[in-house]
């Protein structure tokens, strides 16, 4: 069975890059959100295997909603994406639990790296 990955960026155009991606490389899309607060709610609706997660999101950033579902859910596959290859928020995601780190724009093949790195 292909593994479900959920996306979460307020971007539709960077949802719609990462969903092109990971659909032609044989992973399944369990849904998409366009701030952490969805994200949150998509999370305990479909379980997926991983969560694409953006930071900078309007109503509930991504790292808020990255210690939300790990704290639902402290087996939750999390990587994080974002535009800032700020230090502080690196860590922080890391800290909060998130497995790998990905700065936009991303490349195709370092998108794929890290998901097969986090879930095979």
Do not use: H, W
Not at 33 to 51: F, H, I, M, Q, R
Not at 71 to 76: H, L
């Amino acid at each position: 069975m292909a593994k479900s990955i959920l996306i979460c960026d307020d971007a539709a155009f960077m949802r719609m890059m990462i969903k092109d991606i990971l659909t032609k490389n044989g992973y399944e899309i369990a849904g998409e959100a366009e701030n952490g607060a969805v994200a949150v709610d998509k999370y305990s609706e479909t379980k997926p295997d991983l969560v694409m997660m953006d930071i900078t999101m309007p109503e509930k950033d991504g790292i808020q909603a990255l210690k939300e579902i790990r704290s639902k859910d402290g087996a939750a596959n999390i990587i994080m994406c974002s535009a800032m290859g700020q230090q502080a928020m690196v860590i922080e995601s890391i800290q909060a639990g998130a497995k790998d780190f990905i700065v936009k724009p991303f490349q195709a093949d370092r998108v794929l790296e890290a998901v097969r790195k986090v879930i095979g």
